[in-house]
């Protein structure tokens, strides 16, 4: 039986979905409150996004079931050790890439959330889930934490913060991404110079869309 399965974290991930389904519709209440011209900036630019993240400070914002459980699949698929998110919110990607880590052995996960409220739900939901000895949550802006003090070799990276800053956010970790390491960025379509960037073997990149709103790519060379 793998972790995900298993209690405590079972049942706290089926409690974590269902309140993120029960938030989709204030979730979007809210959005709409927002101009077009205002939400294409604050969501796909470099600037706005603190005000964006702040608006939406009370609300999951995860993953879904079948992005989760890709994550698991791909971490222990890679059979990482060393993994890196951007963007941790309440910690539904966090708990199934720790699973992961907990399924593979150990290992360590750096993750990084700027929002403090969401900051102290997470490691609340990491604690509850018994896997606290396997991440580390950063609080602060991605662009400073993710900036130092990161494993000399990484070998999964979950980009799922602030759309704008997936090529800076890319360029912070790229240095330390083994050969064949993963990178998985949610919607990333709303961020279309890191599609450019992922998409190109110039780069070193191999990279495909799944699932509509996710882009996997692999780190040719180290």
């Not at 698991?72 to 199934?96: D, K, N, P, Q, W």
């Not at 490691?123 to 993710?146: F, H, K, P, W, Y």
């Not at 979950?158 to 970790?173: E, Q, R, W």
Request: charged letters at 25%; one cysteine or more.
């Amino acid at each position: 039986m793998t972790t995900l399965a298993s209690e405590p974290l079972a049942s706290l991930l089926d409690r974590l979905f269902a309140e993120a389904d029960a938030s989709a519709d204030a979730l979007e209440r809210e959005i709409e409150k927002i101009s077009p011209a205002e939400r294409q900036a604050m969501l796909t630019g470099t600037t706005g996004y603190i005000e964006a993240y702040t608006r939406a400070k009370d609300f999951p914002l995860a993953v879904s079931r079948q992005t989760a459980a890709l994550l698991y699949m791909l971490a222990r698929s890679c059979s990482a050790r060393r993994i890196v998110e951007f963007g941790t919110s309440f910690g539904v990607s966090t708990l199934h890439l720790a699973a992961a880590l907990r399924d593979n052995g150990g290992g360590r996960l750096i993750t990084s959330e700027f929002e403090p409220s969401k900051v102290a739900r997470a490691q609340a939901n990491v604690d509850s889930g018994g896997l606290a000895d396997l991440v580390e949550i950063r609080r602060g802006d991605a662009l400073a934490t993710l900036a130092r003090d990161l494993p000399d070799s990484i070998d999964l990276v979950l980009l799922d913060g602030a759309k704008g800053l997936y090529p800076a956010i890319l360029s912070l970790v790229e240095p330390r991404l083994r050969a064949g390491a993963l990178i998985v960025a949610d919607n990333a379509d709303w961020s279309p110079d890191y599609l450019a960037r992922v998409r190109s073997a110039a780069h070193g990149y191999m990279s495909v869309p799944f699932a509509e709103d996710v882009e996997l790519s692999m780190r040719l060379a180290a």
